[in-house]
């Protein structure tokens, strides 16, 4: 994968993941507080949080593998952490937006507060999916499966089928 690409779509990750914990931390928080009708915050929001931290841990190895021993930085492990991370997000702003869409009411700022971790997870999916695919095609070109391709002239399919290129 192109370094500065993926560190730069990583760190928008971190920076965007953190956001989110913030938010949710502030929701599952205000919800457990006071007299209200539930003694405890949704489990949508308690996902989120755990989406959140997750991502930062994960983040954490997907930037510092470049300085770990192969074994610890294989490509497999790396799209297995991107693949369940992209997962973890897309099933996070899911349970959020249906839940929140299911609320007979909210009132105050703490529907603000949800929207915005809503709308920031959901911008998080799509990163992880780019982030995933460039994962995907690192480990495709180290297999073998495209090789010595042109990049001028595009000549994948002759290079899969055995018919182009150097044999």
């Known amino acids: 994968m192109p370094f ?7 760190a928008l990750q971190l920076l965007l993941s953190i956001i989110v914990l913030g938010l949710a931390a502030y929701a ?4 457990n507080q006071g007299p209200r009708y ?14 959140s931290v997750w991502t930062i841990l994960s983040l954490i190895y997907l930037l510092t593998h470049h300085y770990l021993p192969e074994k610890l930085g294989h ?3 790396i799209f297995g952490l991107e693949v369940l991370t ?22 105050g700022h703490i ?3 949800i929207v915005a971790a809503d709308v920031i997870s959901a911008l998080l999916w799509p990163l992880f ?8 095609l690192s480990i495709f070109r180290r ?6 391709i042109d990049p001028v002239n595009d000549d994948v399919g002759h290079q899969m089928s055995g018919h182009g290129g150097d044999v």
């Open 75 to 77: 490509r497999f492990i």
């Open 129 to 136: 999916v780019a982030t995933t695919v460039l994962s995907a």
């Open 111 to 113: 529907c603000h507060v």
């Open 28 to 31: 599952a928080h205000w919800w």
């Open 143 to 148: 297999r073998g499966g495209i090789k010595n």
């Open 38 to 51: 539930h003694v405890h915050s949704p489990s949508e929001v308690n996902f989120m949080i755990f989406t």
């Open 4 to 10: 500065a690409l993926t560190t730069g779509l990583r």
């Open 86 to 107: 992209m997962v973890f997000w897309f099933a996070a702003f899911i349970a959020l937006a249906v839940w929140y869409s299911k609320l007979l009411y909210c009132v």
